[in-house]
């Protein structure tokens, strides 16, 4: 049987998985995963999608990793300590770390704290312009809080506490690499990355297949016994999902609605039929889904600049009877806010979200002066193929309410970017944790962010001034207390239409 928890963190959460149970011999004993979309990068500074973070966990450590129960432990650093400030992190490194063999580097090359500070100063450096430069913003005043102090010391100091900072360490983007070889390979290095992983680069054919095989000198013990990776990139579900079962692939994350029932209960469990040729797992997974309104590039007109608007589309909507019909109740809808189930703080009595109320949304439409001589103009709702089938179904129960709603349909890499430049007034997104604690869901509308990852642009002083408080308290009842303000004000504001909470299958 799998340990979903070891494949769900091998591959940092992909929401589905099949995996057959019968497989061709090989030569080589080579794990075959499939992802619909093509990777962009393998340099950990721009590991911003899924797809990308995917590879690159592979191939990359960091200082620190999460384990199988979100706990963050060791990676490159074998212990750490926080003065009593909060403000200064010390980690000890392993001294038996190792970069890959590669052409730019000619002898073995142990890992140390000078390549930790290149690697966090790289990361910020406005001319890699990498998205997760972020992670740090207002956190320290510039590259020199990074310190090596000698070769297995390495030290960075804040301006002020914040106590998810060691989660943040575990996200690819903070990955360790050579120097050398980034000079090295200049920007090829983003298809020949050089890491400490436990699978090393071989081959990358773009939009066909990526080549990893076995590091042999991996420093930490893992419980495989794989020669390679093999990810392919099969941009239709129907056709990967074929390639499983004819042996041709061993795992496939994603299902479309045409045939989930084909393969779930209504309830989402296997159906019995299938239980003799596909291994099936589920677990947690961190991921909400919403629909997100940019607050400042919304058209003259735009009704989504009323809050009683937006307060009404979230009531127009029957979540559960979503997850049922195109989900098979994968998932949980979201009735308590923005932060998922599954997390620590997540409390849905303390929390209570939108629940549907189509008589509420009525009036609430009524009270921003939408009447049949005064219809609401046409919303445009911006999606990706792969959720057409879910704004569709959003689109007709508003027009149960009266509101009109055009969709736009866009390739997922044109939608990111138009979220990130705000040309997109109203668009479907997710957010996946970076680390586990609601502030990696809730940073998302602190204004002083850009995007990523205040997508919406949302601002409101009150959730600022809380968001400055939590970061900093390492009391755990004033932590969630103050989460629970500042998701109450989501709601109240309703900057986005909450969806669902995911599962991971």
């Not at 500070?117 to 997760?132: A, C, F, K």
């Not at 055009?406 to 944790?433: H, Q, T, Y």
């Amino acid at each position: 049987m799998f340990d979903y928890k070891t494949i769900l963190f091998w591959l940092i959460g992909p929401i589905l998985f099949f995996s057959c149970k019968e497989k061709q011999s090989k030569e080589y004993n080579v794990f075959r995963y499939n992802q619909i979309n093509n990777i962009t990068s393998l340099d950990p500074a721009f590991a911003k999608s899924q797809n990308n973070i995917w590879a690159t966990h592979h191939i990359f450590d960091g200082l620190v990793r999460l384990d199988d129960e979100l706990n963050v432990i060791p990676g490159i650093a074998k212990k750490w300590s926080v003065s009593e400030d909060g403000l200064t992190y010390r980690f000890i490194l392993n001294d038996r770390v190792y970069f890959h063999q590669d052409q730019c580097i000619t002898e073995e090359r142990v890992v140390t704290s000078t390549d930790v500070v290149y690697s966090l100063s790289r990361l910020i450096d406005p001319e890699v312009n990498s998205p997760g430069s972020w992670l740090f913003t207002d956190k320290i005043p510039d590259a020199s809080a990074f310190t090596a102090v000698n070769d297995t010391i390495f030290e960075m100091r804040l301006n002020a506490p914040f106590l998810p900072m060691l989660g943040i360490l575990t996200m690819q983007y903070c990955s360790v690499v050579p120097k050398e070889c980034v000079e090295y390979y200049g920007s090829e290095f983003r298809e020949h990355p050089i890491g400490t992983g436990p699978f090393q680069f071989k081959r990358w054919e773009d939009n066909q297949a990526l080549f990893l095989i076995n590091n042999d000198n991996y420093f930490r013990k893992v419980a495989h016994n794989l020669d390679g990776i093999k990810t392919t990139f099969i941009p239709d579900k129907k056709i990967a999902f074929l390639e499983l079962l004819n042996g041709n692939l061993d795992f496939v994350s994603g299902l479309e609605s045409s045939f989930i029932h084909d393969l779930l209960t209504r309830e989402g469990d296997l159906l019995e039929s299938k239980k003799e040729v596909l291994n099936y797992a589920k677990a947690p997974y961190l991921n909400s889904e919403y629909l997100g309104i940019n607050m400042e590039s919304q058209p003259e007109n735009s009704p989504l600049k009323i809050k009683e608007v937006r307060q009404a589309l979230n009531l127009a909507l029957d979540r559960k009877l979503m997850l049922t019909a195109l989900r098979n109740n994968v998932g949980k809808p979201a009735i308590s806010g923005f932060v998922p189930s599954g997390l620590p703080s997540y409390d849905p009595l303390k929390v209570v979200g939108y629940r549907y109320n189509p008589d509420s949304a009525r009036a609430l439409i009524l009270k921003a002066g939408y009447t049949a001589t005064n219809p609401m103009p046409v919303i445009e709702l911006f999606t990706n193929k792969d959720y057409l089938d879910l704004t569709t179904f959003v689109a007709r129960q508003w027009q149960e309410v009266g509101v009109r709603v055009n969709i736009e349909v866009l390739e997922s890499s044109i939608l990111r970017d138009g979220m990130r430049k705000s040309s997109i007034p109203f668009f479907r997104a997710s957010w996946i944790a970076d680390y586990p604690d609601a502030e990696s869901f809730l940073c998302m509308f602190y204004s002083k962010y850009p995007a990523p990852p205040n997508y919406t642009r949302y601002s409101n002083p009150a959730f600022d001034e809380m968001y400055e408080r939590v970061i900093q308290t390492d009391d755990l009842e004033e932590r969630f207390e103050l989460y629970h303000q500042m998701d109450r004000l989501l709601i109240e504001d309703a900057p986005v239409i909450f969806l669902f909470y995911d599962e991971a299958y």
